[in-house]
């Protein structure tokens, strides 16, 4: 089974702290993804990644920033946290083609 | 208006229902379709994909109508282990394979 790890479930961060999220995946993935998941909202794309140093935008990239500098590892920066980056951030990797998604357990962030 | 846009329940449902949800997509670009569970603060896990054709995994019975670009999710004999929400899922061609996410419908199943 394709395995994608967070390195974090929960985080607690003040407002202005620069904070990075990680995310491994252990099946050679190509492609890997970083959503926020909020009440009512539903999963939004911040970033995704097809490649090692390749970075795509998504639905709602301000504030964030990511970096692919292995291909099993995708990681999300929030530059300077703010309370509305507040929500759960969920990380995901599938290989190239048309398939389902892995996604890791999760890392509920609070900014305070 | 929403790519992927579903019905947010809740659904309230007695063990051994049937329970359908339905779910359109605006799209008409999308190839791929796939239902996801997610239980509270955990994260989706693949349900299943849909075909064409119509596709049944046990209980779970899912079809797409192309023309009116709807999708569905039928649920036979509910369990309670059923509760969750269910994400209507549908991806773009390309290698990307950008997945876009509907906000979900909730499911209780009760005794």
């Known amino acids: 089974d394709v395995k994608v790890t967070q390195s974090s479930r929960y985080l607690v961060k003040r407002t202005g702290e620069k904070v990075f999220l990680e995310c491994v995946q252990d099946?050679?993935?190509?492609?890997m993804f970083w959503y926020r998941q909020d009440p009512g909202l539903g999963l939004r794309l911040i970033y995704f990644?097809?490649?090692?140093?390749?970075?795509e935008k998504g639905d709602i990239p301000e504030g964030y920033s990511v970096s692919r500098e292995k291909k099993e590892r995708f990681s999300l920066i929030l530059e300077s946290a703010s309370t509305n980056q507040t929500s759960m951030y969920l990380c995901?990797?599938?290989?190239?083609?048309?398939?389902?998604?892995?996604f890791g357990s999760g890392t509920r962030l609070t900014v305070v | 208006r929403k790519e992927v846009e579903q019905d947010p329940g809740p659904f309230n449902v007695p063990e051994g229902a049937t329970v359908a949800f339905n779910c359109t997509y605006s799209?008409?670009?999308?190839?791929?379709f796939f239902w996801y569970r997610q239980d509270c603060r955990k994260e989706p896990k693949l349900l299943m994909s849909?075909?064409?054709s119509g596709n049944e995994d046990g209980r779970f019975t899912a079809q797409l109508n192309r023309a009116s670009q709807y999708i569905s999710l039928l649920i036979r004999d509910s369990k309670l282990s059923d509760s969750a929400t269910y994400l209507c899922?549908?991806?773009?061609?390309?290698?990307?394979?950008?997945?876009?996410f509907g906000a979900g419908t909730r499911l209780a199943v009760h005794p």
């Open positions: 995901a990797s599938v290989d190239r083609g048309l398939g389902g998604y892995t």
């Open positions: 099946m050679d993935h190509e492609n």
């Open positions: 990644s097809y490649d090692v140093k390749m970075k």
């Open positions: 799209n008409s670009a999308s190839q791929s």
């Open positions: 849909v075909y064409s």
């Open positions: 899922v549908s991806s773009l061609s390309g290698g990307y394979n950008k997945l876009i």
